[in-house]
């Protein structure tokens, strides 16, 4: 394995390569004022509390105007942990598994300090295929958005509990990698048996193909209590910028309970949003399914990351597993929860 400083280095090096200009940058030392907070984000409904408080000016109004909230836009966990390690992003919201790896691999540069969305994935077959046992599995082809994210250990999981294997470990079930859209595509044409996905694309699975449920999001894992998208900081930002940390994570408790009183409203915020980053909004029936599966919190679900980080060791995403006593920082988190007389997270 690299060296912290070595994986660093190529991080950085990789990220002036494939990255704009405008994500590059040093952050300010301790004692050193700092003048623009990046905050990482994908155009998700898994991640609403960023799309909400991006659209509100919440997080800059919490933040103060003396510092500049700069909004990364992402597509892919990788590309983000790259931005974090080149100190292009301080605060992410990103899937638990490239948390994870990024934890690892540069030995505790990141640390997860909240959680941000609860299940919001699902399980379907292609039209005409129905799989009443988990163990027909068996010789079918699979597809998942990315090899070792929350998607892929969950199917992994379920593959392991039903005695099946993918065919790179000798098994016979063929699991694809492919961005969500080819999916779609994939399956509408025939070209794979099912798919694990995220929402919305689950819900336009369903609508677009006329894909049939296999295992809805409470029957995945966990009666639908895992983890699927996280808060990361990077560990010397939090060292150095506690105060501005705190104000991020009151504001995102803040949106979080916004987002759960006011569900009719902030899918329209999350769905404009959407709309003005990809072009392309969601419509309403999707919107709708999308939110029934999944969870606002702020609770990062601490059993389910260790889970995938055992998962993610035992497929070979991690080569071994490593130490997790500083994977999480809920301190401030905890201060907030404590503050607003909400239950703090053990």
Known sequence: MKSSKGFKFSMALLLSISLLGGLTGCSAKKGEEITTVRIGYFPNITHSQALVGREQGSFQ???????????????????EIEALFAGAVDIGY???????????????????????????????????????????????????????????????????????????????VEVRQAENADILTLLQKGDIDAALVPEPWGSRLIKEAGAKVIL???????????????????????????????????THVELTDYINKNQDKAKEIVNKQITELTK???????????????????????????????????EGFLK?????????????????LKEKGLEQIK
């Open 320 to 336: 071994s597993e490593p130490d997790t006593k500083d994977l999480f920082n809920l301190s401030i988190l905890n201060k907030v």
């Open 280 to 314: 392309k909004g969601v419509s309403k029936d999707i919107l709708d399914a999308s939110f029934n599966r999944l969870t606002v919190t702020s609770n990062p679900e601490k059993e389910s990351v260790l889970e995938f980080v055992k998962s993610s060791v035992k």
């Open 61 to 79: 109004k919490a933040i103060g105007e003396s510092k500049k909230v700069d909004w990364k836009l992402f597509n892919a966990g990788p590309s």
């Open 94 to 172: 990103i899937g638990p598994g490239p948390a994870i790896n990024g934890y690892a691999k540069s030995k505790g540069d990141i640390q997860i300090i909240a959680g941000a969305t609860d299940a919001g994935a699902i399980f379907v077959s292609k039209e005409g295929l129905v799989i009443k046992d988990l163990k027909d599995l068996g010789g079918k082809k699979i597809a998942v958005p990315q090899f070792g994210n929350t998607q892929d250990l969950t199917l992994r999981s379920i593959l392991t509990k039903n005695g099946l294997k993918d065919t790179t470990k000798g098994g016979t």
């Open 216 to 250: 809805d999001y409470k029957d995945l894992l966990r009666g639908g209590s895992y983890t699927t998208a996280v808060v990361v900081v990077r560990t010397e930002f939090l060292k150095n910028n506690p105060q501005i940390v705190e104000s991020f994570l009151k």
